[in-house]
């Protein structure tokens, strides 16, 4: 927010509006007049994928949004508990084909990026993977962590801590 200010006497604020998989950020914004002063930061999934995944959206991203900039970008990971004997995606696989149960994974949301490429990883690999949506990363890192799902999908960040700690196992990354 400090580098947004382009004057001091300025003053500018983050909100945070999760959810809804970027659905609630969007109705904030596209509610807000349209004089520049509020913008959002949000991921692909917004403009890209929003339209596709609802019915009749409210807001149209590629209407009613005018995009600025790429900031950041970042990747996705397929993370197991240390517990799982699995080392990498091919041993994932060759697991949940055995033991139709591991073939679950979580993610930080419905309709989120994450939960499309886990569709993905099943349907290349053939097996039916069921997803298990979470609201929100640190939900789902503590049931990697307990065990309560056998793989997730998000941010490689949400991973990485628990990965060099030992106590998850990156076994992909896009």
């Given at each position: 927010?400090?580098?947004?200010?382009?004057?001091?006497?300025?003053?500018?604020?983050v909100?945070?509006?999760?959810?809804?998989?970027?659905?609630?950020?969007?109705?904030?914004?596209?509610?807000?007049?349209?004089?520049?002063?509020?913008?959002?930061?949000?991921?692909?999934?917004?403009?890209?994928?929003?339209?596709?995944?609802?019915?009749?959206?409210?807001?149209?991203?590629?209407?009613?949004?005018?995009?600025?900039?790429?900031?950041?970008?970042?990747?996705?990971?397929?993370?197991?508990?240390?517990?799982?004997?699995?080392?990498?995606?091919?041993?994932?696989v060759?697991?949940?084909?055995?033991?139709?149960?591991?073939?679950?994974?979580?993610?930080?949301?419905?309709?989120?990026?994450?939960?499309?490429?886990?569709?993905?990883?099943?349907?290349?690999?053939?097996?039916?993977?069921?997803?298990?949506?979470?609201?929100?990363?640190?939900?789902?890192?503590?049931?990697?962590?307990?065990?309560?799902?056998?793989?997730?999908?998000?941010?490689?960040?949400?991973?990485?801590?628990?990965?060099?700690?030992?106590?998850?196992?990156?076994?992909?990354?896009?």
């Amino acid at each position: 927010a400090e580098h947004l200010r382009v004057q001091p006497a300025r003053t500018v604020w983050v909100e945070n509006h999760p959810g809804a998989s970027g659905r609630l950020a969007v109705a904030v914004l596209t509610s807000a007049p349209p004089d520049g002063n509020t913008l959002l930061l949000a991921p692909i999934l917004i403009p890209v994928l929003l339209p596709l995944s609802a019915a009749a959206p409210a807001d149209d991203p590629m209407r009613d949004l005018a995009p600025i900039t790429q900031v950041a970008d970042f990747e996705f990971a397929m993370a197991v508990p240390a517990s799982q004997t699995a080392r990498d995606l091919a041993e994932f696989v060759s697991r949940a084909r055995a033991h139709p149960d591991l073939a679950t994974y979580g993610t930080p949301g419905a309709g989120s990026m994450a939960h499309l490429l886990g569709i993905l990883v099943g349907r290349q690999a053939g097996i039916d993977m069921v997803h298990v949506p979470y609201s929100g990363a640190a939900s789902l890192v503590a049931n990697l962590l307990g065990g309560q799902v056998p793989a997730g999908i998000g941010a490689l960040g949400d991973f990485l801590q628990p990965h060099r700690e030992g106590r998850l196992r990156i076994v992909a990354t896009s």
